[in-house]
Structures are given as structure tokens and as C-alpha cells.
């Protein structure tokens, strides 16, 4: 927000310089951006008038003017389309420095001489404008200091307010902060209430009373279309960054910078009847007051009459209803709209107006009343006209609750470490506006319409903190016993796994948590995606119930651009909705494209397949020692293919997948396949057992190679863990070296070749003991997994 540091000073009178304000500003919360002039530095310019104003003889495009500067008459040529005679105007003297050190001198254009410059806004820094010589009012006084005349030693402050902080958007706010911070006296804006001298009203019903609980409105007959705004408020609009237009809309934008109440105002004759309050129909159109014409949509609050809308609520009005040179007579209207009705919607018509601005961050709810009897006050003051009574629709039962907060003296105390009396703490608070009544042990705070941000007991504490001075609390170094926690042996660090995957030519990838809907069920179709209330975009409107959908993106963005071999490990969570609750767990997932090994003239160039990303996960399982508790079972998964997709169990419970993308997701994503993805539970990634010291044995290693034949579908973890059961002890590995099928083997039948190695830490193990273990695993195959040996 821009404002003039003279207009804040015609409410607040603190005792300290531009920049100390500016500082102190910032220091409070409300970060001043820049602080720069009215207008650029110059000197000897002066109200000048022109007295004539003939065509040059030798151009075309210029004038010949002559110039009273109040002392003498001189020549001037100027090129200004709007130079002419009786115009008043800014008249730079010869020997005047005009901003860039650009010193005027006796000069001769086309062989006339000229004695001085008319002057554009944009030759004295006023503004950006250069159209024209500037204008002034008839009864500028001629002669007078050009800087005296508009008052220009002024400057003009730039704040950036936080949204929490709407009630700052207005002089009269930000005159309560300054009187807050330097305890000085704050000057209310006067608004007393207009008499009314015509009985003419004009009907307000409100549809929707939950977006607008409350509409002032107010007819104001004959007044003056035909005269120009005073100079002094073009000046504090213009400072404010606000363009001067006619007299109705400056003083509803003048209002609205003053008491940060944006008001509107309909030509009454253009009106049909009533005033209705609702919200649009779908596909209603209107045309605003920009000239563009806006498709509504259903969720729009708007300003109707009896033919449609003629003003999309606290954002901009209608054109065909707006104020023009020729209106007579008005309707002034103030209203509270509620800040979730219009929160969002000018953005979607791509709009933002100081009026949005406002009401989206909340607007007091109890200032309607004062502002519409204050643009009264100044409307007929400047264009005159009858007015008629204030008329109000209001349903209290929808207006925002007088909010009470409880503060305790002792919670100050303990937030801000330090010990502020009671008394500076209720002097902050009641010039803050609020009401405080005292209580054992603290206050009950009644907290004014106007703050919007304060609801909880540590929103009064901030505001002391930040009255009091952010830089006055005490510094303290924190001191506190912080025990070195024990490193835990059994588990594994998520560090290490990291350092694992990079190893093994993985790099890590970081993805959304929000993704597509339509790409999450592609990926997941067991779970419902939490959906977003306020996506940043359709790409991103769920919560992400795997971590594929994202590294499958990962991979299409370095395919194409020419990534051959990929392969990507992401950890973090995942969110799956199991009945009411929501559950966050912690995954690890990997994605793998490409050839298996990297381009190299040794490399091959074989292809990755599914064996390649299980060798991977299973190194990473064995981490932490555990590799043997985990199995893999054929199944089947949405996201991946028919025939190359298995459950990861651990302990026969489920702790994630792996497999090959389904060929469909692989053609919707144009992805050069095959790709292998896999996703475990971090938690059954990370989880180990101690270990444990075992010293090697010097004595010799018994080997015995067994060929037997099992079902296709029996998977080698099956006999592995059968082998691994009745082999014994001093099992030390179990290895399949062979896998055949073909003549000589049933169909539905393989043989595996398994190597069991045995070794004895104190002695050498004997025939009859590595017999008698290879029969018990001989039996043990035959009637736990129907496997005999080959023959």
C-alpha cells in the first residue's frame, strides 16, 4: 500500500523523521519497500499562465505561446497538443533545474526564441505522464512555487502488508499503528451522520446473506456532474498510486484509502428496480467497467437488478450501470461481504482490484455505516445534490461474532521472557482498539472488527511483542540438557540406504506429493486419493498414494530429453486412506530403464530385466541383515505387468511390490520400455537384527550338489526356506546354480540345481552327519513341496 506521509500526518503527529518512521514500520511488521518523493528534485518552477498561444511559423507541431509568470510576460514555444490560451499551467523559468540536473536556458526552436519550458508531469517526476503540459485549476495563484502550490515536499511510503494484516490497507489504520508505536494521539475521521432533505430509497434484498450479511445504500439526487475533483484530493489519489477520474469515483476511492471501506456507486436512472444481492446464474455475462465482457460462473457473488447482474461483489462493477458526465442522480452503496465469498474469485477472471484486495483479506464489518455517511459528507460537498435516507438490509445472525480472547499475564511473561507491567501491557492493547477487562491473573480482551488475525491468546502476545518492540525483548542463548541419543545397532539408517542405492547406479529423485488424479488411479486402484481443497493445478489436485506415479514422470522428463539408461530411487510417504484415518508411511522406491550396464566399449548391451531390479531390492533387504525373512510371491497389480509382477512379503506379511510397468501405462506415457519398478515399507527396509560376532572356522567346507524337479510355479524361496529348515545348523549357504526345463522334464515341471554347503566351526564335519542332512532335505522337498529328485 502507497500513502502520503503528509496525509498520515494530518491524523498522527509522531515525533520522529520519514526514515525513523519508515524504520520503525518495519520493525513492527509492516516492511516499508521504499520510501521516494512526490516529485523529482527541481527548482524555479512556478504557476504560470498562458496568455496566447499561435502556430509557429516555421512548424507544424508547435506553438508559440505567451507566459505570465506573475512578474513578467515571455515567449514560449511549446509542442504540447494541450497548450492554449487561458490554460494555467507548470511554467519552468530560464535558469530552472528540472530533475537530471536538466537546467533550462535561453534557447531559439526554428528560429523563434523561447525564454523558459512548459512543463509535463512526467519533466517534474510527478507521474509517468507526458500526454500534455500539466493542467492546473483556474484559480492556481500565478507566480507561485510550483512545489508550494501542490504541496510536493512530501513523500510517499510503500508497505508491503502480510494478508493477516487487511486493517492496515487505509490511512486511518495505519495512523492507529504509528499512534500506537510512538504513544501518540490518533485524530478519528469525522463522520457525522447527513440528514436526509428527499424520502427516495431504493430496495436491498439479500439472497445470499451468508456472503453478504450487510448492504448500506443510499440515493443521492441533482448533483453536479459538470465539476472537477479539489486539487487536494487528486494529489493524496495520486500519491496513493490511484488515477483521478470524476468526482463520484474519487471520493468512493478516496474513502476506501482513508478508512479502507471500498464503496461503489450506480447511476440510479440505469437501475431496474431493486437491488438484489446473490449469487450469479451460470454463464450470466457482464460487461465491467474495464470494458471486458466475463462469463460468470455460479460461485460468483453479484449485484443485481431486475434485468441481471451490474457488479461482480467486491471486486469491480458494471459498465452499463457506471457512473458517466451526464448522471444526475446516484445510488452510494457500502456493504460487508463475507472474505471466503470473495476470496480467490477476481484471480479467476483474471482480475485484482483494491476493492478484492480488501474484502478477500476482511474488512471491518462494522464500518459500512461510518463510510457512507463520510462519502456523503464529501459528495455534496464537491458536487452537491439531495440526499436520501441511508437504507440497510442486514441479517445480524450472519455477521462475524464479537471476538473474545482470554490473555494471561503470567503467558506473557513465559513467551516473551520478560516481565512487561500490566499496566504498558493494557496501554499497547487499548490503543490497539481493543477492550480489556480484568480478570485474576489477566484479561478478558474483546478484540475489534477490524482484526481479522486476532483469535488465540498467542495472537495478543504477538501484538505486545511487536508494540513493544521485537528489539527491545532480551537475547538470551537457549541452554538445555541435550544427552547424546543412542545409535540404534539393529536398525538401519536411512543415510546408508541412500549411500546404497547411489552405489549401485541409482540416483535420487525428490517428486510432488500432490499428483494427477487420472495418473494415481492408473497406479493405484485400491485406494481413494485424499483430493486437495485448493490444488495449485489439475497436474497436482491428490495426494499421492504410491510413489511411482512421480518417478514414472521422473523418467518420461529424462527420456525425452534423450536420457537412455535411468534409473531413480525416491524415499518418502505415501498417503492411504484405511476407513476414517489417514495413514502417512514411509516408503522406498526405485525406478529402472535401459541397458544393464552403462555405455562403454567393455559394456554389453543387453537390456535391464525384471531380475535385475529383484537383485538390486534384495541387496537392499540384506542390508540390514534380515535378507532371509524376506520372500517374493507372483501376484498381480494394476500398475504393473500380468506376468512380471511379486508381492514382497516379510514374515509372510506384505511389505510392498515389484515388477515390470504395464505395457499400457508404458504407451500412455510414451516411455521407451521395458521399465521395472519396485516400492517397499522403509520401516521393513530399515528394521534389522543385532549383530552378533562369530569367529571363522579353519576347518574345511562339505558341499553336495542336488538336481530336483518341482512344479513350474514353485518358486526357489520355497525351497530354499524348506532346505534352510532341515538341513541342519551348520547349513552355510544353499545356491542355485541351474535352472532347466525342457527334454528329458514333464511339462509343468523344472529342475533346479541347488548347492548346500555345510561347515563345522570346531571340526570337520563326516560323511554319515552331510548324509544324513541331505536325506532329511531329500524328504522334506518330496512332502512339503512335492519336489523329487532328478533322476
Known amino acids: 500500500m502507497k500513502f502520503s506521509e503528509q496525509w498520515l500526518r494530518e491524523l498522527v503527529q509522531p515525533q520522529i523523521g520519514t526514515q525513523e518512521l519508515a524504520d520503525q514500520l518495519s520493525l513492527s511488521g509492516l516492511e516499508v519497500d521504499e520510501v521516494e518523493g512526490v516529485a523529482g528534485d527541481f527548482t524555479g518552477v512556478v504557476v504560470g499562465e498562458i496568455l496566447t498561444a499561435e502556430q509557429h511559423p516555421n512548424a507544424d507541431k508547435l506553438q508559440v505561446c505567451e507566459v505570465s509568470d506573475g512578474e513578467q510576460t515571455v515567449q514560449v514555444v511549446c509542442g504540447a497538443p494541450n497548450a492554449r490560451a487561458g490554460l494555467k499551467t507548470a511554467f519552468a523559468r530560464v535558469g530552472a533545474v528540472l530533475p537530471g540536473n536538466f537546467k533550462i536556458k535561453k534557447a531559439k526552436l526554428r528560429q523563434v526564441e523561447s525564454f523558459g519550458m512548459l512543463c509535463a508531469e512526467d519533466e517534474l517526476g510527478l507521474s509517468e505522464d507526458h500526454g500534455g503540459i500539466m493542467e492546473l485549476a483556474a484559480d492556481a495563484p500565478v507566480g507561485q512555487d510550483i512545489r508550494e502550490y501542490l504541496n510536493l515536499n512530501d513523500q510517499i511510503i510503500d508497505v508491503d502488508l502480510t494478508p493477516n494484516r487487511g486493517d492496515c490497507l487505509s490511512i486511518a489504520g495505519m495512523a492507529r499503528e504509528v499512534g500506537v508505536l510512538n504513544k501518540a494521539a490518533v485524530t478519528e475521521v469525522e463522520a457525522p451522520a447527513v440528514a436526509p432533505v428527499i424520502d427516495d430509497r431504493f430496495d436491498v434484498e439479500l439472497v445470499d446473506a451468508n456472503s453478504c450479511p450487510r448492504y448500506l445504500g443510499r440515493v443521492i439526487r441533482n448533483i453536479n456532474p459538470g465539476v472537477s475533483t479539489p486539487l487536494w484530493m487528486q494529489e493524496k489519489l495520486r500519491r496513493s498510486g490511484v488515477r483521478s477520474i470524476d468526482p463520484v469515483v474519487d471520493v468512493t476511492n478516496y474513502v476506501l484509502l482513508e478508512l479502507g471501506q471500498p464503496m461503489h456507486a450506480f447511476d440510479l436512472n440505469k437501475l431496474d428496480s431493486g437491488i438484489r444481492v446473490r449469487k450469479a446464474e451460470q454463464g450470466e455475462k457482464l460487461v465491467l467497467l474495464d470494458g471486458q465482457e466475463v462469463e460468470l460462473n455460479a460461485d460468483t457473488l453479484v449485484i443485481a437488478d431486475a434485468k441481471g447482474p451490474v457488479a461482480m461483489a467486491g471486486i469491480m462493477g458494471g459498465e452499463p450501470t457506471s457512473v458517466t458526465d451526464a448522471t444526475r442522480d446516484i445510488l452510494l452503496e457500502s456493504a460487508f461481504f463475507n472474505p471466503l465469498a470473495i476470496a480467490g474469485r477476481a484471480r479467476n477472471y483474471g482480475l485484482h482490484t483494491d476493492s478484492s484486495h480488501r474484502f478477500e483479506r476482511g474488512v471491518d464489518w462494522q464500518l459500512q455505516r461510518k463510510a457512507i455517511e463520510r462519502a456523503t459528507a464529501l459528495l455534496l460537498d464537491i458536487v452537491g445534490g439531495e440526499p436520501g435516507p441511508v437504507i440497510e438490509a442486514v441479517n445480524e445472525a450472519e455477521l462475524p461474532a464479537v471476538q473474545q480472547v482470554q490473555l494471561r499475564h503470567d503467558k506473557v511473561t513465559a513467551l516473551l521472557a520478560l516481565e512487561i507491567p500490566a499496566a504498558e501491557i493494557e496501554e499497547i492493547l487499548t490503543r490497539l482498539g481493543m477492550q480489556l477487562e480484568s480478570v485474576e491473573g489477566g484479561w478478558n480482551v474483546t478484540v475489534p472488527g477490524y482484526r481479522f488475525d486476532i483469535s488465540i491468546e498467542v495472537d495478543l502476545i504477538e501484538e505486545i511483542a511487536r508494540v513493544y518492540g521485537y528489539n527491545n525483548l532480551p537475547v538470551h542463548t537457549p541452554t538445555a540438557k541435550l544427552p547424546i541419543p543412542p545409535i540404534a545397532e539393529a536398525r538401519l539408517t536411512l543415510q546408508s540406504l541412500r549411500r546404497h ?165 508404458v ?123 532328478r533322476e
Open 501 to 665: 542405492l547411489v552405489a549401485r547406479g541409482y540416483q535420487e529423485a525428490i517428486t510432488y506429493s500432490f499428483i494427477e488424479a487420472e495418473l494415481q488411479k492408473s497406479f493405484d486402484n485400491q485406494h481413494e486419493a485424499i483430493a486437495l481443497a485448493n490444488p495449485i493445478s489439475a497436474e497436482m489436485a491428490v495426494m499421492r498414494t504410491t510413489l511411482w506415479p512421480g518417478l514414472a514422470k521422473a523418467l518420461q522428463y529424462n527420456q525425452h530429453r534423450q536420457q537412455s539408461r535411468v534409473r531413480l530411487f525416491e524415499t518418502g510417504q505415501r498417503f492411504q486412506p484405511k476407513g476414517e484415518e489417514l495413514v502417512q508411511e514411509n516408503v522406498v522406491a526405485g525406478i529402472l530403464a535401459g541397458n544393464r550396464d552403462a555405455e562403454g566399449w567393455t559394456a554389453g548391451k543387453e537390456s535391464l530385466d525384471f531380475f535385475d531390479a529383484k537383485g538390486d531390492l534384495e541387496s537392499l533387504l540384506a542390508l540390514a541383515g534380515c535378507g532371509n525373512q524376506f520372500s517374493f510371491v507372483a501376484d498381480r497389480h494394476v500398475a504393473l505387468h500380468p506376468g512380471q509382477t511379486a508381492r514382497i512379503e516379510r514374515n509372510g506379511e506384505t511389505v510392498g511390490y515389484i515388477g515390470a510397468l504395464h505395457p499400457s501405462l
Open 667 to 789: 504407451k500412455q506415457l510414451d516411455l521407451n520400455g521395458p521399465v521395472y519398478l519396485f516400492e517397499v515399507s522403509l520401516e521393513a527396509v530399515t528394521g534389522g537384527k543385532l549383530p552378533r560376532f562369530s569367529s571363522l572356522s579353519k576347518f574345511p567346507e562339505s558341499r553336495r550338489d542336488l538336481a530336483v524337479v518341482a512344479d513350474q510355479e514353485t518358486g526357489f524361496d520355497a525351497i530354499r526356506q524348506v532346505v534352510e529348515a532341515e538341513a541342519g545348523e551348520f547349513l552355510k549357504q544353499v545356491t542355485l546354480f541351474d535352472v532347466y526345463q525342457g527334454q528329458g522334464i514333464e511339462p509343468g515341471r523344472k529342475s533346479l540345481a541347488l548347492g548346500l554347503t555345510w561347515q563345522h566351526p570346531s571340526r570337520t564335519l563326516n560323511e554319515e552327519e552331510i548324509n544324513s542332512a541331505v536325506s532329511a532335505v531329500v524328504s522334506a522337498l518330496r512332502e512339503r513341496c512335492g519336489a523329487t529328485l
